[in-house]
């Protein structure tokens, strides 16, 4: 065994913030990314009416996370949507999208043609995929979508 000698001396490596490498991919997406998240887990069976059902999905689901990509469709800022409700973030289309909102909350999961406002008032079409994020005891505690 040769023994070769190192020219320069070799620190320790520093860590790697992947969260920090990860954040970067995402926000350069295309795509549009959504994160929602709820204060309590939520249990779909323990609402049997769809109208209750809706209400949960529209009022309790608060927008924690977009990207880039997001705002550039919406015409808004960060800032303007982050902390939105999804009710709110769609405001008078969210009843427009009453399909797809009940085959999400039905199937846990649904792609399909939502209409949103955009910041000017004009209307966004946008193909979507919304998925629940579920716990352990498999009640929702988020939503992740992309468009």
């Known amino acids: 065994m040769i023994d070769i000698p190192r020219l320069f001396k070799h620190?320790?490596?520093?860590?790697?913030?992947?969260?920090?490498i990860s954040s970067f991919f995402y926000d350069?997406?295309?795509d549009a990314f959504i994160f929602l998240t709820t204060d309590l887990p939520v249990d779909w069976n323990n609402y049997p009416q769809n109208s209750a059902r809706l209400k949960i999905l529209s009022d309790k689901f608060v927008i924690s996370k977009v990207n880039d990509a997001l705002t550039l469709q919406c015409g808004r800022n960060e800032k303007e949507i982050i902390g939105n409700t999804l009710g709110h973030f769609y405001g008078k289309y969210f009843r427009e999208n009453l399909d797809a909102w009940n085959n999400l909350i039905d199937h846990g999961e649904v792609f399909a043609e939502f209409t949103l406002l955009k910041k000017d008032g004009s209307p966004l079409w946008v193909e979507?995929?919304?998925r629940f994020v579920k716990d352990d005891l498999k009640r929702t505690i988020g939503i992740i979508a992309v468009q």
């Open 11 to 20: 620190d320790p490596l520093p860590e790697i913030d992947y969260r920090q």
């Open 28 to 30: 350069q997406l295309i």
């Open 128 to 130: 979507a995929s919304y």
